[in-house]
């Protein structure tokens, strides 16, 4: 196997690892893995394109583009027709971005929205398995194993089902990570993504931990930009999102106790009885965990560890975040490749640990039905979300008791379980190397 340096921006940093297991895979695993994904390609559209595609937040995209061409004034005060909690809650250059797109046909957008998310899914994989230093033949073996599972993620498939852009905007903030440091406008994709929606602005203090300043400036600038530009075109919209606190409120994107909700906010409104008795507690946890993650996800990095670096500051991001729906969980496909990695380069013991992840990570973010009368009648919505509760009742959100526990957090728990492992792994490799800056470990430290 051909390891890339750390130069190319490609690879892990510093494993020394020349002869790393991730080796050529052979032709048969390259076929079987194709097989595979043809066959989750070919059983999606069968059996389920028809009952879980309806694009409807690509459609409030496009009818908040359509206003922002004729009545931008009411950006923020419109809501999609016969559904008063349905809002358009992106940025004003969002609102422009969806502006251009609406140009074209509600068909050709609905589409062209399913076919790029869906190439989204490879795109994501290859570039993480690039970064983890994988050969090229390995890697699109492990790119079309991974992109055959991910299909069949609740996450993917909610986001499908919706047009989401969720699956776009992580292959952004990724292939913008995955470029070489010496790239000197490495930060402007996060900058973009951030500017529509601001979740990702998570990555910019991970830049600045990291070392990463002129990366960090480079997204900070970008943002500013993306701010400025939607003054100048949506002075009225801009004003209504930035200077009055609008973006500060989370009820204004729905529910935050609501079923698909799977932030801490949203765990702890639903054990409190309600989200304005659960503010100041979720402020105490949301700093105490962002902290924590962050500096797990430096740390990570900072001991050659670049793609758990950046994945951890994303489930930060996620689980801090006073709203992350079901679909913003598409993180976990990376999440696979980093397991797959480690399955092959351990042995023993280790690797069929590493591959038992590999399957709980499946089943608990698995596009489990919720309701199967026979083969060609089922629905799937929220996997094992409320999977034991049926799906969203809710006069249950604020009575939980039992496994309702968790299957109402269950995407929230798996994601705090991850947040655990990448903290005690940046310990493990903290300790292991020294607290030296800049040394770098001679091989994967055991996990």
């Known amino acids: 196997m051909r390891v890339e340096t750390p130069e190319t921006g490609s690879g892990r940093q510093g494993t020394g690892d020349t002869a790393s297991p991730v080796r050529g895979s052979g032709y048969a695993g390259l076929v079987i893995a194709?097989?595979?994904?043809?066959?989750?390609?070919?059983?999606?559209v069968i059996y389920l394109s028809d009952r879980t595609i309806t694009w409807s937040d690509l459609r409030v995209y496009i009818d908040a583009g359509m206003i922002v061409r004729s009545r931008p004034n009411t950006l923020y005060t419109w809501h999609l027709a016969h559904l008063t909690d349905i809002k358009f809650t992106y940025t004003p250059f969002a609102g422009l971005v969806f502006a251009v797109a609406s140009e074209l046909s509600r068909n050709v957008l609905h589409w062209l929205m399913t076919v790029a998310s869906i190439a989204a899914l490879p795109a994501v994989a290859w570039l993480t398995f690039r970064q983890l230093g994988w050969s090229p033949r390995s890697r699109l073996t492990g790119t079309l194993a991974v992109s055959a599972i991910s299909l069949w993620l609740e996450p993917v498939v909610r986001a499908l089902h919706l047009g989401q852009i969720e699956l776009l905007l992580m292959l952004l903030i990724v292939w913008d990570l995955c470029q070489s440091d010496r790239r000197w406008w490495k930060g402007a994709g996060i900058?973009?993504?951030?500017?529509?929606?601001?979740?990702?602005?998570?990555?910019?203090?991970?830049?600045?931990?990291?070392?990463?300043?002129?990366?960090?400036?480079?997204?900070?600038?970008?943002?500013?930009?993306?701010?400025?530009?939607?003054?100048?075109?949506?002075?009225?919209?801009?004003?209504?999102?930035?200077?009055?606190?609008?973006?500060?409120?989370?009820?204004?994107?729905?529910?935050?106790?609501?079923?698909?909700?799977?932030?801490?906010?949203?765990?702890?409104?639903?054990?409190?009885?309600?989200?304005?008795?659960?503010?100041?507690?979720?402020?105490a946890v949301a700093i105490l965990a962002g902290v924590t993650g962050l500096a797990a996800a430096a740390a990570l990095y900072r001991r050659g560890?670049?793609?758990?670096?950046?994945?951890?500051?994303?489930?930060?991001?996620?689980?801090?975040?006073?709203?992350?729906?079901?679909?913003?969980?598409?993180?976990?496909?990376?999440?696979?490749v980093v397991l797959a990695d480690r399955a092959v380069r351990a042995g023993g013991w280790a690797r069929a640990g590493y591959a038992a992840s590999i399957v709980a990570v499946v089943l608990v973010y698995g596009a489990w039905p919720y309701k199967w009368t026979s083969s060609t009648d089922f629905h799937i919505y929220y996997g094992l979300i409320g999977f034991f509760i049926g799906p969203h009742p809710q006069d249950e959100i604020y009575h939980l008791h039992?496994?309702?526990?968790i299957t109402w957090n269950v995407f929230a728990l798996g994601g705090l379980v991850m947040l655990a492992v990448a903290i005690a792994a940046a310990v493990r490799a903290w300790r292991a190397h020294g607290a030296t800056r800049g040394s770098q470990p001679a091989s994967l430290p055991a996990r």
């Open 191 to 283: 900058g973009v993504a951030a500017g529509i929606k601001m979740v990702p602005l998570i990555f910019i203090p991970y830049l600045i931990l990291c070392g990463k300043i002129r990366q960090a400036v480079v997204a900070s600038a970008t943002v500013a930009v993306t701010i400025l530009i939607g003054f100048a075109v949506l002075p009225h919209a801009s004003i209504k999102w930035w200077l009055t606190g609008y973006f500060l409120h989370a009820g204004n994107t729905g529910d935050v106790a609501s079923l698909v909700n799977q932030s801490l906010y949203a765990v702890i409104a639903r054990a409190m009885g309600g989200s304005t008795q659960a503010t100041p507690a979720w402020f």
């Open 305 to 336: 560890y670049q793609v758990e670096g950046w994945l951890t500051c994303a489930i930060t991001g996620l689980l801090v975040s006073p709203i992350s729906w079901d679909q913003h969980w598409v993180w976990v496909i990376p999440v696979l």
């Open 402 to 405: 039992g496994i309702q526990v």
């Open 34 to 44: 194709a097989v595979a994904l043809t066959a989750s390609m070919v059983v999606y």
